[in-house]
C-alpha cells in the first residue's frame, strides 16, 4: 500500500490558494477549493510548462498558456489542445496535516 506523505501544515494553505512542493522530483501543485484539496503535478501535458497558475473552475484547471483543461481530481485531460492527462494524486487531512500519495 502506498504510504501518505506530511506536505504542509493544513493552516498554511488558504482556501483558494496552493502551495508548490517537490516530490520525488517532481514539482507537484497542492490546492485547497472551498476547503477540499486536490494535488496535481505542476506540468502540462501539452507543451510542458507549469499549470499551477491556471485559473480554477467547477474542479478543473485551465492551462495559462494555451487554455488545456484539466480535472483536479483525476489529472483527466477535459480539453484541447492537450490529449493526455497529467499525474493527480489523492489528498487528504489527517491530524491538521494535508498529506497526499504519490502511487507513480
Ligand atoms: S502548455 Fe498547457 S495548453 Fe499548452
Known amino acids: 500500500m502506498?504510504?501518505?506523505i506530511?506536505?504542509?501544515?493544513?493552516?498554511?494553505?488558504?482556501?483558494?490558494?496552493?502551495?508548490?512542493?517537490?516530490l520525488n522530483e517532481s514539482s507537484v501543485a497542492v490546492f485547497n477549493i472551498e476547503g477540499k484539496f486536490y494535488s496535481i503535478e505542476d506540468m502540462c501535458s501539452h507543451d510542458g510548462?507549469?499549470?499551477?497558475?491556471?485559473?480554477?473552475?467547477?474542479?478543473e484547471?485551465?492551462?495559462?498558456r494555451h487554455g488545456a483543461r484539466f480535472c483536479l481530481k483525476t489529472g483527466a485531460v477535459k480539453c484541447a489542445p492537450a490529449y493526455e492527462a497529467i499525474a493527480a494524486f489523492p489528498t487528504r487531512v489527517v491530524d491538521g496535516w494535508i498529506q497526499i500519495q504519490d502511487h507513480r
Open 49 to 59: 510548462t507549469e499549470i499551477a497558475s491556471g485559473i480554477i473552475k467547477d474542479e
Open 61 to 64: 484547471i485551465i492551462c495559462p
Open 2 to 4: 502506498t504510504e501518505w
Open 6 to 22: 506530511n506536505v504542509a501544515p493544513e493552516t498554511s494553505l488558504a482556501k483558494g490558494e496552493h502551495l508548490l512542493i517537490t
